[in-house]
């Protein structure tokens, strides 16, 4: 049973590939005024700050939206078992990357053992309406989420090609990008939402703002 610090009105499952812009997508539903900060990164493939200018009008803002990362809890539990760093292992350093293969089989010792323990530990005592969570990856989270919060999730599934993901700075990686943690839902069937996100910055612009659209019917 899911724990309830407050029943969301809506639940956004995101999902995609490395370095499809996950990230990128949810921080630019939510954020209302980091623009100044978000200046600093071009990992989207587009410009942040121009984005999120024109987007400005139509976000959403943390204390209606709550970004939750299911890595999160996974991160700080295998860095106290482990004696490692948890605040380098939340960001996109070599650091993560060194310990991302065993972190990822640990992850699934985990998940068999318990499949909805970092769905549970992820919600724990969050009260805003909307929940966007970013990094779901595996068949079982979904399902734990649809079972516990039922028809106000759906799923959003970020887009790029390859060639796109490449100019980010993705390399395939043998037992990373080959693994259920990149491939769990490639087989999943019709998403209820598809972002593109190949660095057409008018297209993505359009792309949010019908998903904002959508959020704030719900609210």
Sequence with gaps: MAPRGGAPRLVLLFSGK???????????????????????ST???????????????????????????LSGPLKEQYAQEHGLNFQRLLDASAYKE?????????????????PGFFCRKVVEGVCQPVWLVSDTRRLSDVQ???????????????VASEQSRQQRGWAFTPGVDDGESECGLDNFGDFDWVVENDGDEQRLEEQLGNLIGFVRSRL
């Design 43 to 69: 990992g989207s493939g587009i410009s942040r700050l121009r984005l999120r200018s024109r987007l400005a009008t139509f976000e959403l803002g943390a204390d209606v939206c709550a970004v939750l990362r």
């Design 144 to 158: 734990w989420f649809r079972e516990a919060y039922g028809s106000v999730t759906q799923t959003v599934r970020v």
């Design 18 to 40: 490395r370095k499809s812009g996950k990230d990128f997508v949810t921080e630019a539903l939510q954020s209302r005024h980091r623009r100044q900060t978000v200046a600093r």
């Design 98 to 114: 060194a310990y991302r293969r065993d972190m990822i089989l640990w992850g699934e010792a985990q998940r068999q053992a318990d």
